[in-house]
T-cell receptor, first 115, second 116 residues
Framework: AQKITQTQPGMFVQEKEAVTLDCTYD???????LFWYKQPSSGEMIFLIY??????QNATEGRYSLNFQKARKSANLVISASQLGDSAMYFC????????????FGGGTRVLVKP | SQTIHQWPATLVQPVGSPLSLECTVE??????LYWYRQAAGRGLQLLFY??????ISSEVPQNLSASRPQDRQFILSSKKLLLSDSGFYLC???????????????FGPGTRLTVL
């Protein structure tokens, strides 16, 4: 069965610094997608960035970039130039084509940006 | 553009009472729809998903049920709530008609349910 793991329950980061959130996954399916979502205290889940298993380059979206290391089965999220508004829970998720394209979520990492 | 609505935003219900949470999507047709539950401080657990009207798949056994009476409406129900049903319920949609793994799921604002 597919599994996705976020080993950092929480972390502090200084404003304007970069932070890396870890995500590892386990699947034997060659076709999958990896997603990162942000969940602020309001509860909404905000889509941040996507990486496909066949993508040759790491995904980037503004201050968000995904460090995709396929051989290591990791898809770490890098947030550059952290802002106070980045304080939130961050979830990594994986969708497998073979599993009906359902999303499986990691346990999340809470990020607190310090001024 | 597409939008997804959920109501109510918050709900406090006694144990044993019925439940009905509603989710509607605008701006798209034949979406795939999903219900998730999130316990406090935890990740999301998929409860149900639907690829079309009347088509419901259940992921975990529980006292909840789901229905899709219209293309863009997804309802989560219970006949008798349990204390363990407390949590944050999120509805999500994804573009239907494709099996590609690239399509993103977009989430609604959620319903915070407290069962006392």
């Amino acid at each position: 069965a597919q599994k996705i793991t976020q080993t950092q329950p929480g972390m502090f980061v200084q404003e304007k610094e970069a932070v890396t959130l870890d995500c590892t996954y386990d699947t034997s399916d060659p076709s999958y997608g990896l997603f990162w979502y942000k969940q602020p205290s309001s509860g909404e889940m905000i889509f941040l960035i996507y990486q496909g298993s066949y993508d040759q380059q790491n995904a980037t979206e503004g201050r968000y970039s995904l460090n995709f290391q396929k051989a290591r089965k990791s898809a770490n999220l890098v947030i550059s130039a952290s802002q106070l508004g980045d304080s939130a829970m961050y979830f990594c998720a994986m969708r497998l084509k073979a599993a009906g394209n359902k999303l499986t979520f990691g346990g999340g990492t809470r990020v607190l940006v310090k001024p | 553009s597409q939008t997804i609505h959920q109501w109510p935003a918050t709900l406090v219900q006694p144990v044993g009472s019925p439940l009905s949470l509603e989710c509607t999507v605008e701006g798209t047709s034949n979406p795939n729809l999903y219900w998730y539950r999130q316990a406090a401080g935890r990740g999301l657990q998929l409860l149900f998903y639907s690829v079309g009207i009347g088509q419901i798949s259940s992921e975990v056994p529980q006292n909840l049920s789901a229905s899709r009476p219209q293309d863009r409406q997804f309802i989560l129900s219970s006949k008798k709530l349990l204390l363990s049903d407390s949590g944050f319920y999120l509805c999500a949609w994804r573009r239907g008609g494709t099996s590609l793994s690239t399509d993103t799921q977009y989430f609604g604002p959620g319903t915070r349910l407290t069962v006392l």
